[in-house]
C-alpha cells in the first residue's frame, strides 16, 4: 500500500518543509490542500508555485492528491463559503477554485482532485441544491475531462452528500462520467454510515480513486489519532486491497499541525503494522536520514 499525508495537517510548516519531513519519514505522497499558507491557487505568480512544487515533488518521489478543503480560501469570514449548492451566482466562485485546482492538478500529475457538495444554505431547498450541484459537477467534469484529470467526489458528515449512497445517486444523476470517482474517508464510514467500515470499502470500491484515513467514533465527526478511536484497521485495510485500489491513502489530521512531525511518524508507524501484507518503505533517501524499519 502508498501511504500519503494531508498538507492540512501540517499548516505550521512551509509546504516546503512539509514535504521534506514526510519524504524524510518514508511517505509515497501527499494529499496537497490548496490554501493561502500552502499553493495559493489565487497567488499572482501561482504558475511559478506550481512549477516549483511539482520540481520538489519530482525530487523527492512524492506522489500528490489535490484536496480542495481550505476553510477561508474563497472568503475570509465564512468557512468554506460558498458551496456548489448556493444559487448560480455566488456557485460560480467555488467552481472557478475547482476548475483552477484541476488545472493545477494536472500540472502537479494529481493522482486525483477532491471535492465535496457543501451545506444545504437557509435559502436553498433541496431540490434546488441537487439541481446547484449537478450544474456545478458539470462544469467542473469539463475542465477534468479536458485536461484528462480524475475527481475525487467524497461524502462528507453533514452534507447534502454525506453516505456513499449519496454519492451513488449523485454519480447516476451525472450520467455515471468515467472521470468522477469518489474520494472515501475511512473515518467518516465509522461517524456516519450503517456498515461495518470493511463493508463500506467494499461498496464504494468500485468507485474509489482516492482514499482519506484516520480513526473516529460512531456518531461523532472528529478526526482523531489511530487507535483514538473506535476502527479495527486491519480488516479495513484488508478489505482496501481487494477492491485492487492502488492510489494513495493519505493520513488526515487538519487539527493536529502543532506535532505535525511526531504525528506523521508514528501514523505511519501504525499504518504499516495494520497493513496486510508486510509493507517496508517503498523509497529512500539515505542522506536525508529516511527512517527505516
Given at each position: 500500500?502508498?501511504?500519503?499525508?494531508?498538507?492540512?495537517?501540517?499548516?505550521?510548516?512551509?509546504?516546503?518543509?512539509?514535504?521534506?519531513?514526510?519524504?524524510?519519514?518514508?511517505?509515497?505522497?501527499?494529499?496537497?490542500?490548496?490554501?493561502?499558507?500552502?499553493?495559493?491557487?489565487?497567488?499572482?505568480?501561482?504558475?511559478?508555485?506550481?512549477?516549483?512544487?511539482?520540481?520538489?515533488?519530482?525530487?523527492?518521489?512524492?506522489?500528490?492528491?489535490?484536496?480542495?478543503?481550505?476553510?477561508y480560501v474563497l472568503d475570509p469570514y465564512?468557512?468554506?463559503?460558498?458551496?456548489?449548492?448556493?444559487?448560480?451566482?455566488?456557485?460560480?466562485?467555488?467552481?472557478?477554485?475547482?476548475?483552477?485546482?484541476?488545472?493545477?492538478?494536472?500540472?502537479?500529475?494529481?493522482?486525483?482532485?477532491?471535492?465535496?457538495?457543501?451545506?444545504?444554505?437557509?435559502?436553498?431547498?433541496?431540490?434546488?441544491?441537487?439541481?446547484?450541484?449537478?450544474?456545478?459537477?458539470?462544469?467542473?467534469?469539463?475542465?477534468?475531462?479536458?485536461?484528462?484529470?480524475?475527481?475525487?467526489?467524497?461524502p462528507e458528515p453533514g452534507m447534502l452528500?454525506?453516505?456513499?449512497?449519496?454519492?451513488?445517486?449523485?454519480?447516476?444523476?451525472?450520467?455515471?462520467?468515467?472521470?468522477?470517482?469518489?474520494?472515501?474517508?475511512?473515518?467518516?464510514?465509522?461517524?456516519?454510515?450503517?456498515?461495518?467500515?470493511?463493508?463500506?470499502?467494499?461498496?464504494?470500491?468500485?468507485?474509489?480513486?482516492?482514499?482519506?484515513?484516520?480513526?473516529?467514533?460512531?456518531?461523532?465527526?472528529?478526526?482523531?489519532?489511530?487507535?483514538?478511536?473506535?476502527?479495527?484497521?486491519?480488516?479495513?485495510l484488508a478489505a482496501l486491497e481487494l477492491?485492487?485500489?492502488?492510489?494513495?491513502?493519505?493520513?488526515?489530521?487538519?487539527?493536529?499541525?502543532?506535532?505535525?512531525?511526531?504525528?506523521?511518524?508514528?501514523?505511519?508507524?501504525?499504518?504499516?503494522?495494520?497493513?496486510?501484507?508486510?509493507?517496508?518503505?517503498?523509497?529512500?533517501?539515505?542522506?536525508?536520514?529516511?527512517?527505516?524499519?
Amino acid at each position: 500500500m502508498r501511504f500519503g499525508y494531508g498538507t492540512n495537517g501540517f499548516t505550521n510548516h512551509r509546504l516546503d518543509e512539509a514535504l521534506d519531513v514526510l519524504a524524510d519519514l518514508g511517505y509515497d505522497g501527499v494529499a496537497l490542500t490548496l490554501d493561502s499558507g500552502h499553493l495559493d491557487p489565487y497567488a499572482p505568480g501561482i504558475a511559478r508555485d506550481v512549477g516549483h512544487v511539482a520540481k520538489r515533488l519530482g525530487e523527492l518521489g512524492l506522489a500528490v492528491v489535490i484536496e480542495t478543503g481550505g476553510r477561508y480560501v474563497l472568503d475570509p469570514y465564512r468557512k468554506h463559503h460558498p458551496t456548489l449548492l448556493h444559487p448560480p451566482e455566488a456557485a460560480a466562485r467555488r467552481i472557478d477554485l475547482l476548475r483552477r485546482a484541476v488545472r493545477i492538478g494536472a500540472d502537479l500529475g494529481a493522482e486525483a482532485v477532491s471535492f465535496w457538495s457543501g451545506v444545504i444554505p437557509p435559502e436553498v431547498d433541496e431540490g434546488q441544491a441537487w439541481d446547484n450541484l449537478l450544474s456545478g459537477v458539470a462544469a467542473v467534469l469539463e475542465e477534468a475531462e479536458e485536461r484528462q484529470v480524475t475527481l475525487g467526489f467524497e461524502p462528507e458528515p453533514g452534507m447534502l452528500v454525506d453516505t456513499i449512497a449519496a454519492f451513488e445517486r449523485l454519480h447516476a444523476l451525472a450520467g455515471a462520467p468515467p472521470r468522477l470517482g469518489m474520494t472515501l474517508d475511512i473515518g467518516h464510514c465509522r461517524a456516519v454510515e450503517p456498515e461495518p467500515v470493511p463493508d463500506c470499502v467494499r461498496r464504494a470500491g468500485p468507485h474509489l480513486v482516492n482514499i482519506q484515513i484516520e480513526d473516529m467514533r460512531r456518531g461523532v465527526h472528529e478526526h482523531l489519532e489511530f487507535g483514538e478511536g473506535e476502527i479495527d484497521f486491519p480488516p479495513v485495510l484488508a478489505a482496501l486491497e481487494l477492491t485492487g485500489y492502488r492510489g494513495l491513502v493519505s493520513v488526515e489530521l487538519p487539527r493536529h499541525s502543532h506535532a505535525a512531525p511526531m504525528i506523521a511518524e508514528r501514523s505511519l508507524r501504525f499504518l504499516r503494522e495494520a497493513a496486510p501484507t508486510p509493507s517496508i518503505p517503498s523509497r529512500a533517501h539515505p542522506t536525508r536520514g529516511v527512517r527505516q524499519r
